[in-house]
């Protein structure tokens, strides 16, 4: 049983659409991450997010952790190819457990 | 500055053998997280060291064991392979053990082993 549910698990979509990517638990974390993880390579931190309703943003990306700190969600504007990758979250109890992560295509 | 490396890159091994895997952190780092990441799933958390000790441990039997060395690198060994244990072993370093989370993880390209 995963203790972070990604969503969706796959994501397909035209340059310069937009998107939403999903975490969420049950549980309540001290802080939770998100990665970005491209074929052959390991896991980047794009962001790390510690106050619940806190909102971060990088360039085109929107990060969003939940009021209650159960869950979160990754938003990218006028999506780029350069955007394909493998998105994961990780949230932080006594360890950092990653959930399944949400593949993003971004089709030129 | 070197990032994370690690070795090999690729290995093939046969089911009821040993692999041993290697890491060396990130310059100025001193504490190593190794994770598996099956194919489709997110990385699952092995173990942690700091100070040539384990601190952590995820839900993995005693066939996974590993050491850090002064230098901070460590290895991951694996005994009586299965073929459950094919995956990516991903070695990620950071300063401090700290709390999870606390820090940024800097991840390795991992090293791919395949069992038959």
């Known amino acids: 049983t995963q203790l972070l549910e990604q969503s969706p698990q796959f994501l397909s979509i035209q340059e310069g659409e937009n998107l939403t990517v999903y975490c969420n638990s049950s549980?309540?974390?001290?802080?939770l991450q998100w990665y970005r993880q491209e074929p052959g390579e390991g896991p980047v931190l794009l962001v790390t997010?510690?106050?619940?309703?806190e909102v971060k943003k990088l360039k085109r990306l929107t990060f969003q952790f939940g009021d209650a700190r159960k869950d979160s969600s990754l938003h990218i504007t006028a999506a780029q190819p350069g955007d394909t990758g493998l998105y994961l979250c990780a949230g932080a109890i006594n360890k950092l457990s990653f959930g399944a992560g949400t593949t993003v295509t971004v089709r030129a | 500055d070197a990032g994370v490396t690690q070795s090999p890159t690729h290995l093939i091994k046969t089911r009821g053998q040993q692999v041993t895997l290697r890491c060396s952190p990130k310059?100025?780092?001193?504490?190593v997280s190794w994770y598996q990441q099956a194919l489709g799933q997110g990385p699952q958390f092995i173990f942690q060291y700091y100070e040539e000790e384990e601190r952590q441990r995820g839900n993995f039997p005693d066939r996974f064991s590993g050491h850090q060395f002064p230098n901070y690198s460590s290895e991951l060994n694996v005994n009586a392979l299965l073929l459950g244990d094919s995956a990516l072993y991903l070695c990620?370093?950071?300063?401090?053990?700290?709390?999870?989370?606390?820090?940024?993880?800097?991840f390795g390209e991992g090293s791919r082993l395949t069992v038959l």
């Open positions: 549980s309540v974390f001290s802080s």
């Open positions: 997010v510690v106050t619940g309703g």
């Open positions: 310059s100025g780092h001193d504490t």
């Open positions: 990620a370093s950071s300063l401090g053990p700290g709390g999870p989370g606390t820090g940024e993880l800097f």
